[in-house]
C-alpha cells in the first residue's frame, strides 16, 4: 500500500475505511521533510477515509504535499471533494520514447537527448525521485526572472521506469559536447563558460532561492555517525562556517555539462540544486571535474563523463583556463591559495552526494575526500581569498 523510492512514496491498490488506519501509519512513518510526493500510479481507490489521512500528513509535513501520475477516475474524487484546492494534485504524465533520439549531453544526473530541431529533453537516472525534478522546473523559472541566463523547462514526462524534462533550445549542444568536439579551441571555450559565471556570479537573489551554506551545515549533521566522527563533523563545519555569507545566486552544479550553447551564448539547466551564497559552492562540480581529474588514472577519468575522452593535458587546461579566467589573474600564489580553498570546500560538498545518491561515491572516494577536508582545517585555515 505504501513504498518509499527515493523522495517519492508510492501508494497503490484500494485505500477505504478497512485499511486506513494501516495506511496512516505506514504514510506518516515513509513522510520526511516539509515536502512530501506521492506518485499515485497504483492507486485504484481512494475513500473519504484515505484523504483524512492526506489530510493529517498535510498538517504534520508543513510543506507542499503532491500527488502526481493520478488517473482520470482518481482526480475526479479529489476535484469533487476539493482536494485538489489541498494538495498539488496532478494527472498522470505523459510518456515518451527516446528510442533513435541523438544523445547531445550526459551529466551525473542523467541524459540529455535531442527531440527535434527545436527541442531536448533530459532524462533523469532511476535514482533521481520527481520531487528533484520537479524543483529544478521550479527554480529554472525563479532563476530565470531574476536574469540568469536558463533554458526554461515546459515539460515533465515518463520515459520508461525514468522521468524527464523537455526544454525549448534552438540547435543547442552542450559545451562539454562542443569542447570534445573542438579540442583546437579548448582555451577559447572554456574562458568564455568562467566568464558567464563569473558575470552569473553578480546576480544577486531573494530568500526564494534556500541558502547554499545553511544547506551544507546541515546536511553535515546527516553524515555525522555514518562517514564521519562528531570531532570530524564539527571540523568540516567549521571549514563551511568560514564562508563569507552572500545572496549570490549558485547553479550548484556548474560545469560545462550542465550549459547549452546556442547562437554563441550559453544557457545552464540543471538547476535542481541551485540556491544562494559565495561563489566557491559553484566551483565544485569544475573542480571535482578537472583539478582533481588530474590525480586520477586513466582508467578513472575515461569513467567520469567530464574527463572522458581527454588527455590529462588536455584535463589541465580546461582547469588552468577556468581558474585563471574565473579569478582574472595570473598571480600564481593567490591562484594556488585559491585552489586549496576550492578544494577543500569540493570535498567538503561532495561527501554530502552520500546523503544525495546513496552509491554516488566509493568507500575509498569518500575516506579521500574526507582526509583532505580535514587536513585543510587541521594545517588552520584562512579567510576565502576570493
Known amino acids: 500500500m505504501v513504498k518509499k523510492t527515493n523522495d517519492t512514496i508510492k501508494i497503490s491498490g484500494r485505500i477505504d475505511s478497512n485499511n486506513a488506519k494501516q495506511f496512516e501509519d505506514e504514510l506518516l512513518a515513509a513522510a520526511e521533510g516539509n515536502d512530501v510526493t506521492l506518485d499515485a500510479e497504483e492507486l485504484e481507490y481512494i475513500s473519504s477515509a484515505g484523504l483524512r489521512v492526506l489530510l493529517k500528513l498535510k498538517k504534520q509535513s508543513g510543506g507542499e504535499v503532491s500527488v502526481i501520475n493520478v488517473s482520470p477516475e482518481i482526480y475526479d474524487i479529489f476535484d469533487v471533494t476539493g482536494f485538489t484546492n489541498i494538495l498539488n494534485v496532478k494527472k498522470a504524465l505523459r510518456s515518451i520514447s527516446i528510442d533513435g533520439l541523438e544523445v547531445i ?31 529544478e522546473g521550479r527554480k529554472a ?3 530565470f526572472v531574476f536574469g540568469v541566463p536558463t533554458a526554461i523547462s515546459y515539460d515533465t514526462v515518463k520515459v520508461g521506469d525514468c522521468y524527464g524534462v523537455i526544454y525549448e533550445l534552438l540547435d543547442a549542444d552542450d559545451l562539454l559536447n562542443v569542447v570534445r568536439k573542438d579540442k583546437a579551441h579548448i582555451a577559447e571555450h572554456i574562458k568564455g563558460f568562467a566568464l558567464k ?7 544577486e537573489v531573494d530568500g526564494e532561492f534556500d541558502d547554499t551554506k545553511a544547506g551544507t551545515m546541515k546536511y553535515i549533521g546527516y553524515l555525522e555517525g555514518n562517514v564521519c566522527t562528531a570531532e570530524e563533523a564539527e571540523k568540516l563545519r567549521a571549514v563551511i562556517a568560514n564562508i563569507p555569507d552572500r545572496n ?36 565544485v562540480s569544475m573542480c571535482s571535474g578537472y583539478k582533481m581529474g588530474q590525480y586520477m588514472s586513466e582508467e578513472q577519468r575515461e569513467a567520469r563523463e567530464l574527463t572522458r575522452g581527454f588527455s ?24 594556488a591559495k585559491a585552489e586549496e580553498q576550492i578544494m577543500a570546500v569540493s ?40
Request: charged content about 25%.
Open 248 to 283: 549570490t545566486f549558485i547553479h550548484g552544479d556548474g560545469h560545462i555539462g550542465n550549459v547549452m550553447m546556442q547562437n554563441g551564448d550559453y544557457m545552464f539547466i540543471d538547476l535542481s540544486t541551485s540556491g544562494k551564497g559565495h561563489p566557491i559552492f559553484d566551483m
Open 347 to 386: 570535498c567538503a560538498r561532495m561527501l554530502l552526494a552520500v546523503v544525495a545518491i546513496p552509491g554516488l561515491l566509493s568507500q575509498k572516494q569518500i575516506e579521500s575526500m574526507k582526509d583532505r577536508v580535514i587536513s585543510y582545517y587541521d594545517k588552520g585555515f584562512e579567510p576565502i581569498c576570493f
Open 141 to 143: 523559472k525563479k532563476a
Open 312 to 335: 590529462l593535458d588536455e584535463i589541465k587546461l580546461i582547469w588552468d583556463t577556468y581558474i585563471r579566467a574565473y579569478l582574472g589573474t595570473e598571480d600564481e600564489a593567490f591562484i
Open 197 to 203: 559565471m563569473r558575470s552569473m556570479h553578480k546576480i
Open 105 to 135: 549531453g550526459k551529466g551525473a544526473t542523467g541524459i540529455v537527448y535531442r527531440i527535434d530541431k527545436e527541442t531536448i529533453i533530459k532524462v533523469f537516472n532511476p535514482n533521481v525521485g520527481l520531487t528533484m525534478i520537479n524543483n
